[in-house]
């Protein structure tokens, strides 16, 4: 079964940066696809950034030249590189693995930018 288990969520400033993880255990890492989502209170559950399994990004455009996502294959480890970061993007930030029709989610970690 996989598990996804992020950290690296605090307060932050506006126009700061913060680099989430997501550590992946329980099947073999580089068959998935992985994926950034958030949400933030009252809202919908809102995609960000995913890489392929063969490292091809996709972004949604109001992430686009602030996040960068990566992954290491090597540390079954996904990252979410966020910069100039602004009070609208306080939220709780979910990591996602996917493979065909299974999806998998972790707990989330929240990320609040405030001065």
């Known amino acids: 079964q996989v598990q996804l288990a992020e950290s690296g969520g605090r307060l932050v400033q506006p126009g700061g940066s913060l680099r989430l993880s997501c550590a992946f255990s329980?099947?073999?890492?580089?068959?998935?696809?992985m994926g950034w989502y958030r949400q933030a209170p009252g809202k919908q559950r809102e995609f960000l950034a995913r890489i392929s399994n063969g490292g091809i990004p996709t972004y949604t455009d109001s992430v686009k030249g602030r996040f960068t996502i990566s992954r290491d294959n090597a540390k079954n480890m996904l990252f979410l590189q966020m910069n100039s970061l602004k009070p609208e993007d306080t939220a709780v930030y979910y990591c996602?693995?996917?493979?065909?029709?299974?999806?998998?989610w972790g707990q989330g970690t929240q990320v609040t930018v405030s001065s």
């Open positions: 996602n693995a996917y493979y065909f029709s299974n999806n998998y």
């Open positions: 329980g099947s073999i890492f580089t068959k998935y696809g």
